[in-house]
């Protein structure tokens, strides 16, 4: 299941309404369901980011997303470190919007992506 943060409550210091959506969502998923917490950090800040990040992790998110690939801008680089930075191993990071070739899906796994999302995926595998 994938949520889109909603980054304008979290622009605005709502950190505690942040949360707790984020965990309703967490516990009303059926077990075995993974959740992914969009950011689309083309709008955030580097310190939102942490934050948005930090409240994933704690509320017992699966997954951190960059992009809905529908924002101003997608993956890139620095946000999947930053990402994975801030959550550690405890939970996956996915690296998603603009990924359209396998060298800068390969950079994005090794800056600490553990999956990408891209709607270029067959020419991805396939060059």
């Known amino acids: 299941m994938d949520i889109v943060i909603p980054f304008g409550m979290l622009k605005g210091g709502e950190l505690g309404s942040v949360a707790a959506l984020v965990c309703a969502v967490v516990r009303a998923a059926i077990p075995g369901v993974i959740v992914k917490v969009i950011l689309e950090t083309a709008?955030?800040?580097d310190d939102e980011k942490r934050?948005?990040?930090?409240?994933?992790?704690?509320?017992?998110?699966?997954?951190v997303k960059t992009s809905t690939g529908f924002g101003p801008g997608g993956a890139t680089l620095d946000d999947v470190r930053l990402l994975r930075e801030v959550v550690g191993p405890a939970?996956?990071?996915?690296?998603?919007?603009?990924?359209?070739?396998?060298e800068t899906a390969r950079a994005m796994a090794a800056a600490g992506a553990d999956r990408i999302g891209a709607s270029a995926s067959v020419r991805i595998v396939t060059r």
């Open 43 to 45: 709008y955030l800040t």
């Open 51 to 63: 934050s948005a990040a930090r409240i994933c992790k704690e509320e017992g998110a699966h997954f």
């Open 91 to 102: 939970i996956g990071v996915k690296a998603a919007g603009g990924i359209r070739d396998g």
